[in-house]
């Protein structure tokens, strides 16, 4: 059942990705994003971790794919016209493609490691505290103790973040742009 | 499950693959950009297959840190892009050219 799984889900996040480069329209390019985040998240289930699957889903299809979908909506990007690289990025992108999909192959057919994931060791025994857990417990065990400083410099990096945000969409809105609607809108009201 | 780590490896270069094409021949910044995350999440999906199956959480909290400093990239990126939008009234790339020559 779960190999029937796999290969579903497999197929799905493939599908969706290669529909995801293909779309023309770049909503739909969203759309099919999503789908393939949450195959991808339906493959971290079948492999035991599962809070990263619910991570996958909150915070890739929920918050940055919503932020995409915004973005996209805002700017208004649908332009009939069908942009196409040129013949040489063409080539090299396809013989890039080419490459890497051999290398996968050639990993998958040359390597052959078949076997089935191990059981997983019971969870309670403290000396094993970073041996592979489904629990979000060991997840955070493990945060807080051997990876105390990357979670730390992560937090920073996110008000850093933050912080740029604020400044990049602050800093770039000119200011004619603010006087001309000020005006106007006192334009409107003195009549 | 029977499925042996070779698969999920494929599986994480063949989308890998995708998104590389898909940067590389798509013209609009946002769909490239979607690209780029989906060449991040395929190095996700590797990296939490291996600590799966060697039975090590180092691979699933190294994945936990990068959708961390991937929303972060994200919401930067956006924000460039929208700036770029606001002063050349594009995103299309071909268009974005001026630093050529």
């Known amino acids: 059942m779960a190999d029937f799984l796999f290969y579903v889900f497999a197929a799905l996040t493939l599908g969706s990705a290669a529909l995801v480069v293909l779309s023309k329209n770049a909503v739909n390019c969203a759309m099919f994003m999503i789908l393939s985040l949450m195959g991808m998240a339906a493959l971290f289930l079948l492999l035991d971790a599962?809070?990263?699957?619910?991570?996958?889903?909150?915070?890739?299809?929920?918050?940055?794919?919503?932020?995409?979908?915004?973005?996209?909506?805002?700017?208004?990007?649908?332009?009939?016209?069908?942009?196409?690289?040129?013949?040489?990025?063409?080539?090299?992108?396809?013989?890039?493609?080419?490459?890497?999909?051999?290398?996968?192959?050639?990993?998958?057919?040359?390597?052959?490691?078949?076997?089935?994931?191990?059981?997983?060791?019971?969870?309670?025994?403290?000396?094993?505290?970073?041996?592979?857990?489904?629990?979000?417990?060991?997840?955070?065990?493990?945060?807080?103790?051997?990876?105390?400083?990357?979670?730390?410099?992560?937090?920073?990096?996110?008000?850093?973040?933050?912080?740029?945000?604020?400044?990049?969409?602050?800093?770039?809105?000119?200011?004619?742009?603010?006087?001309?609607?000020v005006e106007a809108a006192g334009a409107d009201k003195q009549p | 499950m029977t499925v042996g780590l070779n698969a999920f490896l494929l599986l994480a270069g063949l989308l890998f693959a995708i998104g590389f094409l898909g940067v590389l021949v798509r013209r609009n910044t946002l769909v490239v950009y979607m690209c780029l995350e989906l060449m991040l999440n395929a190095v996700t999906l590797a990296l939490v297959g291996v600590s799966r199956y060697h039975l090590s959480l180092d691979g699933s909290i190294f994945v936990f840190f990068i959708i961390t400093v991937a929303a972060a990239e994200v919401a930067l990126g956006l924000a460039i892009i929208v700036a770029l939008y606001r002063r050349r009234q594009t995103v299309v790339l071909s268009e974005l050219a001026e630093l050529r020559n």
């Open chain 1, 50 to 181: 599962y809070f990263l699957a619910a991570l996958q889903v909150l915070v890739y299809a929920g918050a940055v794919m919503v932020l995409f979908v915004f973005i996209l909506m805002l700017l208004d990007v649908s332009d009939p016209v069908r942009h196409l690289p040129s013949r040489p990025v063409l080539l090299t992108a396809l013989g890039g493609f080419v490459i890497l999909c051999a290398g996968s192959a050639a990993l998958f057919f040359l390597h052959v490691d078949g076997a089935p994931p191990p059981a997983i060791p019971p969870a309670g025994g403290e000396a094993h505290a970073m041996s592979f857990a489904t629990s979000p417990r060991a997840f955070g065990y493990a945060l807080f103790t051997k990876y105390l400083l990357p979670l730390q410099l992560a937090g920073f990096l996110l008000l850093v973040a933050m912080v740029g945000v604020i400044v990049l969409s602050k800093r770039l809105v000119s200011p004619p742009v603010r006087h001309q609607t």
